[in-house]
Nanobody, 121 residues
């Protein structure tokens, strides 16, 4: 079994910062891309940021310059540093990873359970 566990969400005032973490555990041979997505109430799930196994990053326009994605391959963990938070960043944030469990298998998409981020004064 493979599990993604997120942490670090919470309530923060506008202009504040939070750092999300997501650790993958279980039977893992390799992890390709990892990323963060978010879903606000009544809206679709949108990409926030992704990072490849060699550190190539991609960001949604709405978070460029404010959010930074990083990963620790030795710990199978991806992070999202969020600065200058705005009320419109309020959402349930999901971790995603493309994981190959054994060498002979293709990589499958796995999701965490989500962590709530609320930006409000």
């Amino acid at each position: 079994q493979v599990q993604l566990v997120e942490s670090g969400g919470g309530l923060v005032q506008p202009g504040g910062s939070l750092k999300l973490s997501c650790a993958a555990s279980g039977r893992i041979f390799s992890i390709a891309a990892m990323g963060w997505y978010r879903q606000a109430p009544g809206k679709q799930r949108d990409l926030v940021a992704t990072i490849t196994s060699i550190g190539v990053t991609n960001y949604a326009d709405s978070v460029k310059g404010r959010f930074t994605i990083s990963r620790d391959n030795a710990k199978n963990t991806v992070y999202l540093q969020m600065n200058s938070l705005k009320p419109e960043d309020t959402a349930l944030y999901y971790c995603n990873a493309q994981i190959r469990r054994v060498i002979a298998d293709p990589a499958y998409n796995y999701w965490g359970q989500g962590t709530q981020v609320t930006v409000s004064s």
